[in-house]
């Protein structure tokens, strides 16, 4: 990998492409160095130059992006961003693309295209840095994968001296992850029985995109998990997930938890934000909470991990070998923020393990 992002566009709008290219090629750590208005272009044109990024639509002629990504994945794998129109109606096809190995979702509205590229360079730019800091893996075909059933402050008001109800036998688990995350939680939930501590999970991804998310992971998990709504109450067996475009906070309803699902600002550039969701942890759990940092780009949730040690609870990361992404989990490690670093086949055993044992304690 060379200092510069060397990235290739490929969508068959010549209008996304111009876009999409400018925003890109705007930062000096990125070079759009090949543009493709489908696949077989783009396949032709990296014999003669290879990205270390693709960005790809997936409605495109001559041949679809899923089926591009997972030839790629099968023969040469490279990160994959998807830049993708995600309606409820077309979400599940965007999360094949995932389980095919894409390391990131854009999400592109049907119109008003050039005006949401331009407004959301941010957000397309880093994730492009971060697919590019992605470590991808051959697949021997995609169609083997199991289709199975600003800081927090901007939303945490000030604490006013309340403490978690530590009395309180409820424990819970507290989750959060980005790049390489949704199949991270795939196999971290899947292994998690049918009575398991409440679990809130926040997973950096775009609006529209959460709910199905969630319906993919309810479908093979023991437990139920479902997108978060305001005021739904956290109880044993049942994981939410933060919906895309919104932050989740964790309250109290008398001796029982709930979240609290309310607009705005990006914190840490994401909404939903881990730490958003980690500091309300903190405050309203405390002692009661075992909760895990998972992979991704940046340093989002490192200081609401810290703050849950602090708080009492067991705070763990996941380790550099098996994060597709050791950003965040790394940034909680250098604050102290974690325990240890842990693979990510052993996390469900240590959250379940620790959860027990902090139970045995009170």
């Known amino acids: 990998m060379t200092d510069v992002i060397k990235v290739m566009v490929v969508d068959d709008s010549a209008l996304v492409r111009k876009v999409l290219s400018e925003v890109l090629n705007s930062d000096p750590g990125i070079e759009v160095v090949a543009q493709a208005v489908d696949p077989v272009f783009a396949m032709e044109k990296m014999q003669k130059i290879m990205p270390d990024v693709i960005t790809l639509d997936i409605e495109m002629p001559r041949m679809d992006g899923i089926t ?3 030839k790629l994945m099968a023969e040469n794998p490279l990160p994959v961003v998807i830049c993708s129109s995600l309606t409820r109606e077309n979400s599940e096809t965007s999360m094949r693309a995932l389980r095919a190995g894409a390391v990131e979702i854009i999400t592109k509205p049907e119109v008003g295209v050039k005006g949401f590229i331009n407004e959301s360079a941010i957000q397309i730019i880093d994730a492009v840095k971060a697919a590019a800091q992605a470590k991808v893996k051959m697949r021997k075909s995609a ?8 800081t927090a402050d901007v939303i945490l008001k000030k604490n006013n001296n309340s403490k978690a109800m530590s009395e309180t036998t409820d424990k819970i688990i507290a989750i959060g992850a980005s790049t390489g995350g949704t199949e991270a939680l795939r196999q971290v939930l899947s292994a998690m029985p049918a ?14 995109f959460t709910r199905s998310f969630a319906d993919n992971l309810n479908q093979m998990s023991a437990i139920e998990v479902r997108e978060a709504v305001s005021g739904d109450v956290l109880h044993n067996g049942l994981a939410l997930l933060a919906p895309g475009g919104k932050h989740m906070l964790l309250k109290r309803s008398g001796a029982k938890y709930c979240v609290e699902v309310v607009e705005g600002p990006l914190v840490n550039r994401h909404r939903p934000s881990v730490d ?14 075992v909760a895990c940092l998972m992979t991704g780009m940046g340093d989002d949730g490192a200081k609401g991990l810290k703050e849950i040690m602090d708080a009492g609870g067991r705070t763990f990361a996941q380790d550099e070998e098996t994060s597709v992404v050791f950003g965040m989990p790394r940034e909680a490690w250098k604050l102290g923020a974690a325990e240890k670093l842990v693979a990510l086949q052993d996390i469900a055993e240590l959250l379940l393990k620790t ?3 902090i139970s045995k304690h009170k």
């Open 143 to 150: 169609f083997m994968q199991t289709e199975e059933k600003r």
């Open 276 to 289: 958003v969701l980690f500091r309300s942890v903190a405050r309203y759990a405390g002692a009661n909470t």
């Open 68 to 70: 591009f990504l997972q």
């Open 355 to 357: 959860s027990i044992d």
């Open 195 to 208: 009575l398991s501590p409440g679990i809130v999970i926040v997973q950096h991804m775009p609006e529209k």
